[in-house]
């Protein structure tokens, strides 16, 4: 049986998923809000009280902002030194480690989806890493300044017609943008 049911959560049908090594956005969908909250409580359920904190972090966490349609979540736990505790929890939620090389330093990567069609990014890290401060700056700021978002948003439509096949160009082109939105969000505070 599927877990979100065994513990009382609904299932939402979302158009949630993109094939992998694609570009492609979506339209904001206000559902992408509903269904973090339900991922959320059931990891918060599932990991109990290994969790520092779940944030539903990158493009689909800005209301109105057209966005890859999947799901981006950031965990912070106190150590990712002995991820084998999380990943099996993890993994009975339906997410899959996807072991990378350590140039990425300070998160691990989880997914959920088909191996065609991924729908969640989960990534691992510890509470107060630079990826989970950035994240949630990087969140925060464009909530807060929507012209900047909608700078970005901009952006991401110009690159995802240029690379519509080519998802690593696509992450580099919004590097220099991301950048400067941290800089800027670190100036305010």
């Known amino acids: 049986m599927n877990f979100f049911l065994e513990i009382g959560f609904p299932l939402y049908k ?6 992998r090594g694609s570009v ?14 339900t991922e ?23 209301p109105g902002m057209q966005a890859k349609p999947i799901l981006d979540l950031a965990i912070a736990v106190k150590s990712i030194d002995d991820y084998g505790k999380y990943t099996h929890l993890l993994e009975e939620l ?19 989806g088909s191996d065609e069609s991924r729908t ?4 691992l890290t510890v509470f ?11 969140r925060d700021y464009l ?16 690159l995802a017609a240029s690379h519509a096949v080519d998802r690593e160009s696509y992450t580099k082109g919004k590097n220099k943008f ?7 969000a670190q100036d305010k505070t």
């Open 178 to 184: 991301i950048e400067r939105a941290l800089k800027a």
């Open 40 to 62: 959320k409580r059931a990891i918060e359920s599932k990991l109990e009280d290994l969790t520092l904190g779940v944030e539903h972090v990158g493009s689909t966490s800005i």
């Open 94 to 112: 339906g997410y899959q480690y996807v072991p990378r090389d350590t140039a990425h330093g300070d998160d691990l990567l989880f997914v959920k």
């Open 14 to 19: 979302s158009m949630l998923g993109l094939k």
């Open 120 to 123: 969640h990014h989960l990534k």
């Open 128 to 138: 107060g890493s630079p990826f989970w401060e950035n994240s949630i700056a990087f």
């Open 143 to 158: 909530i807060g300044h929507p012209s900047v978002a909608k700078e970005y948003e901009n952006l991401k439509l110009q």
């Open 24 to 37: 492609e956005l979506s339209k904001y969908d206000a559902e992408w809000a509903t269904i973090f909250d």
